[in-house]
């Protein structure tokens, strides 16, 4: 069964804390992303990676970055966490190519910043 | 610049048939995605269509005019497990296999 999983399912973090989200896929994707979702807005991107340490900024970046080391894990930072960074984060990975090129989710990050 | 636009709620009842409507704006066109999303779940992958037309699976059928910039998701023989929201995407014209998401729609069927 292919996953994608995501380190946590609940964060409740301070204002002004470093936060680190992980992600891991199994299915050996080149692409992988970070999305939030907000009620009325859906998903949105904040960034994406399509090689090993190699990022590239999404629609909404500030306020965030992400490392890549590694094929199969993908990490979301906030640098320094903010209430208006109350989210839901999903994880999500593709391989490359065009056409049905699905993407599949980790369960989410639901985090609260306090 | 792209755009998805789907209604933000609809409700129906069990057994019934149901029709989600979405419609886009990209400046390159590389398929149309719909997903399902159960509440607190991640999003799991529907029906992806490049050709106009309709494309059956089981009871969920997805509809393509890319002429109309427009789609829809038809929900057959409704089951309570069907409530959830659908998520219609584009990939971006930018490449690398991003996908611009609309907002949503939340189904709810009752019984």
């Known amino acids: 069964d292919v996953k994608v999983t995501q380190s946590s399912r609940y964060l409740v973090k301070r204002t002004g804390e470093k936060v680190f989200l992980e992600c891991v896929q199994d299915?050996?994707?080149?692409?992988m992303f970070w999305y939030r979702q907000d009620p009325g807005l859906g998903l949105r991107l904040i960034y994406f990676?399509?090689?090993?340490?190699?990022?590239e900024k999404g629609d909404i970046p500030e306020g965030y970055s992400v490392s890549r080391e590694k094929k199969e894990r993908f990490s979301l930072i906030l640098e320094s966490a903010s209430t208006n960074q109350t989210s839901m984060y999903l994880c999500a990975s593709s391989l490359q190519g065009g056409g049905n090129t699905e993407a599949f989710f980790g369960q989410g990050t639901r985090l609260t910043v306090v | 610049g792209q755009n998805i636009d789907q209604p933000t709620e609809m409700t129906a009842t069990e057994g019934a048939i149901v029709q989600i409507n979405c419609t886009y704006q990209t400046s390159g066109f590389n398929g149309l995605f719909w997903y399902q999303q159960h509440a607190g779940e991640a999003p799991t992958f529907l029906s992806y269509?490049?050709?106009?037309g309709l494309e059956e699976k089981g009871r969920f059928s997805s509809f393509l005019s890319r002429s109309k910039g427009y789609s829809y998701l038809l929900l057959k023989e409704l089951q309570m497990k069907d409530s959830a929201s659908y998520l219609c995407?584009?990939?971006?014209?930018?490449?690398?296999?991003?996908?611009?998401f609309g907002a949503g729609t939340r189904l709810a069927v009752h019984p």
């Open positions: 990676s399509y090689d090993v340490k190699m990022k």
């Open positions: 995407a584009v990939p971006s014209s930018g490449g690398y296999n991003k996908l611009i």
């Open positions: 269509n490049v050709l106009d």
């Open positions: 299915m050996d994707h080149e692409n």
